[in-house]
């Protein structure tokens, strides 16, 4: 599995982007798909999960009612909408593929190169 990262940038305090992850695995609709991210200085933290049909997701109290996860299964993509972006928000954001919850920590089998996301304040 190949997971290639893009739509990052620089955006004021308040302002929105759209991260999108293309998946190159053929098993893409059999296993959930993630959203974490690393600022400096500190360790990678998951952000939203989704599961293979969509129908469950899953957020860091950080980012609930201003982050959206969703996919695409058809295209092998996974989007990640993000709202009312804070200073904090700023990171390196990955994708992962065939996350799983382990208690209060997410694993995943496969990452990409990941993306920046800066907000300005």
């Known amino acids: 599995v190949q997971l290639q990262a893009f739509g990052g940038g620089l955006v004021p305090v308040g302002g929105f982007l759209r991260l999108s992850c293309a998946d190159s695995?053929?098993?893409?609709?059999?296993?959930?798909m993630g959203w974490f991210r690393q600022a400096p200085g500190k360790e990678r933290e998951f952000v939203a999960a989704?599961?293979?049909?969509?129908?469950?997701?899953t957020y860091a109290d950080s980012v609930k009612g201003r982050f959206t996860i969703s996919r695409d299964n058809a295209k092998n993509m996974v989007y990640l909408q993000m709202n009312s972006l804070k200073p904090e928000d700023t990171a390196r954001y990955y994708c992962?593929?065939?996350?799983?919850?382990?208690?209060?920590?997410?694993?995943?089998?496969?990452w990409g190169q990941g993306t920046q996301v800066t907000v300005s304040s």
């Open positions: 992962a593929a065939d996350v799983k919850s382990y208690g209060s920590s997410w694993r995943a089998s496969s």
């Open positions: 695995g053929r098993a893409f609709s059999t296993y959930a």
């Open positions: 989704i599961i293979w049909s969509g129908d469950r997701l």
